[in-house]
């Protein structure tokens, strides 16, 4: 077998949607006995520095499905884990919030693969 290289991993990484990058997150974890959370800091940060760093949850709202609702609502879908009916009727009823009370990372996420799926959406 020809060993892949870092190039080729990350390009077949790209191709991938964000619900097969998180099924393939857990199968590395169980197969190498690892975990890829991150690393508990030892000392808690002041009270100043977590409200100047800005919300620790926020909302995701799409707001219009763009000119193309089919890769939408299949984003929709790998997002929220919903049925494809379920996803298009969320997507049917834009302004509505994908996801709520999520941490600013993940809804920064979220919002790359909806903005190229054609969505407009925000973060609230």
């Known amino acids: 077998m020809a060993k892949l290289t870092k190039e080729e991993i990350i390009a077949s990484l790209k191709e991938m ?3 097969e990058l998180n099924e393939l997150v857990k199968a590395v974890e169980e197969e190498f006995g690892v975990t890829a ?3 508990v800091a030892a000392a808690a940060p002041a009270e100043e520095e977590v409200a100047a760093a800005g919300p620790s949850e926020v909302d995701l709202i799409l707001k219009s499905a763009g000119q193309s609702k089919v890769p939408v609502i299949k984003a929709v879908q790998a997002i929220t884990g919903l049925s494809l009916m379920d996803a298009k009727k969320l997507v049917d009823g834009a302004p509505v ?3 709520s009370k999520i941490s600013p990372v993940e809804a920064e996420e979220h919002k790359k693969a909806l903005e190229a799926a054609g969505a407009e959406c ?3």
């Open 37 to 39: 959370a991150a690393p």
């Open 97 to 99: 919030a994908v996801k």
């Open 122 to 124: 925000e973060i609230k």
């Open 17 to 19: 949607t964000v619900l």
